[in-house]
């Protein structure tokens, strides 16, 4: 079983940027897919970035494309969000999952905790 931790949500002012980590508990994301997900209030969980640990490819959901980055760090086994360009509406809690597909990012196996991104007008 893999254990998600992340790190690195907080409130920013709209325009502004914030970096999210993920990493895994005792163990390595080699071999892994290593997705984010949001959560707004009163919405459904909705997949934003995967990278693949073994290849580097990565996918990016439309309302993102050009404001975010995904990233993998092999020498710190850690994953990395970039958020650039922050909306209001990227307001929602950020989770880090993990499997060993790239399929559908909703369904990944493991689940981090989340951290809280909050965007101000």
């Known amino acids: 079983e893999v254990q998600l931790v992340e790190s690195g949500g907080g409130l920013v002012q709209a325009g502004g940027s914030l970096r999210l980590s993920c990493a895994p508990s005792?163990?390595?994301?080699?071999?892994?897919?290593i997705g984010w997900l949001c959560q707004a209030p009163g919405k459904e969980r909705e997949g934003v970035s995967c990278?693949?640990?073994?290849?580097?490819?990565?996918y990016y959901a439309d309302s993102v494309k050009g404001r975010f980055t995904i990233s993998y760090d092999n020498t710190k086994n850690t994953v990395y969000l970039r958020m650039n360009s922050l909306e209001p509406e990227d307001t929602a809690v950020y989770y880090c999952?993990?499997?060993?597909?790239?399929?559908?990012?909703?369904?990944?196996?493991?689940w981090g905790q989340g951290t809280q991104v909050t965007v101000s007008s």
């Open positions: 990278i693949s640990a073994n290849d580097g490819s990565t």
């Open positions: 999952a993990a499997d060993q597909a790239m399929g559908v990012i909703e369904l990944y196996d493991y």
């Open positions: 005792g163990s390595t994301f080699a071999g892994y897919v």
